[in-house]
């Protein structure tokens, strides 16, 4: 065996994806191919793509969540100020550390949540709101909110009850191992739902006043009319 075949085989064996390395934080390398819908310019069949690993169901035996690291991004795509905004340029050898709650404690790590799911809301709504208003709607109001909404109905299934959010039913399994995402989970469903309305209305605003993540069998919620998100001050931002 001469010494490329060793390097490959060494990296092979760095690379294999195994039980133990999904964690929450892990940075793992697949293969993604056409046989997942994929179509690539350059006429190959797969390419090499490194994930984040941010959420795992050992029981089933399914990574959730998982996101795309990009190790080169496109020059030519055209990206909002809002994702941009979300980019970190990183080594691999900053994996998993930078991922990690306790590297930042709790308030600096809960001001990170809230910017990051605040302008992911705002590039969200927009979206959202450019749909409606194309359509002659005023976009000021919950129902023609609902009309456009583009989250897909039909994976949460009220008779579910508390498991009727698929998001619930996974991070309610990691309150024991990481007690902190008990407080977590739910101010991201809020930061999101009240700045998505927010943003998109101009004039409503938003609060949770029951979430399956912390107790009850439905997500329960109120909207009503704010003077400070007319003047175009948000609750999060």
Not at 77 to 98: C, G, I, K, R
Not at 122 to 144: F, P, Y
Not at 174 to 193: H, L, M, N, T
Not at 202 to 211: A, D, E, G, V
Request: charged content about 30%.
């Amino acid at each position: 065996m001469d010494l490329r075949e060793l390097q490959k085989a060494y990296l092979d064996n760095l690379r294999q994806v195994t039980e133990e390395k999904l964690e929450i934080g892990s940075l793992i390398r697949t293969i993604i191919s056409i046989d997942e819908g994929l179509v690539f310019k350059d006429g190959r069949k797969q390419k090499p793509k490194k994930l984040v690993i941010i959420g795992v169901d050992k029981i089933k035996k399914v990574c959730y969540g998982s996101v795309l690291v990009n190790t080169k991004m496109s020059p030519k795509s055209v990206y909002s100020a809002s994702f941009l905004s979300a980019q970190y340029l990183l080594h691999q050898t900053d994996y998993p550390e930078f991922l990690k709650y306790d590297r930042y404690g709790h308030d600096v790590a809960k001001d990170i949540v809230r910017e990051t799911v605040f302008n992911l809301a705002v590039d969200r709504s927009n979206r959202i709101r450019e749909k409606s208003l194309a359509q002659g709607k005023k976009a000021d109001t919950v129902a023609d909110f609902m009309s456009d909404i583009d989250l897909p109905f039909e994976g949460w299934i009220p008779e579910w009850g508390e498991d009727h959010c698929p998001y619930a039913e996974v991070w309610r399994t990691y309150y024991e191992k990481y007690p902190w995402f008990r407080e977590f989970a739910p101010f991201y469903c809020d930061v999101i739902d009240t700045t998505t309305i927010e943003n998109y209305s101009k004039c409503l605003s938003h609060r949770i006043t029951q979430n399956v993540l912390n107790e009850g069998t439905a997500c329960l919620r109120e909207y009503f009319e704010s003077d400070s998100v007319k003047k175009g001050e948000y609750t999060y931002g």
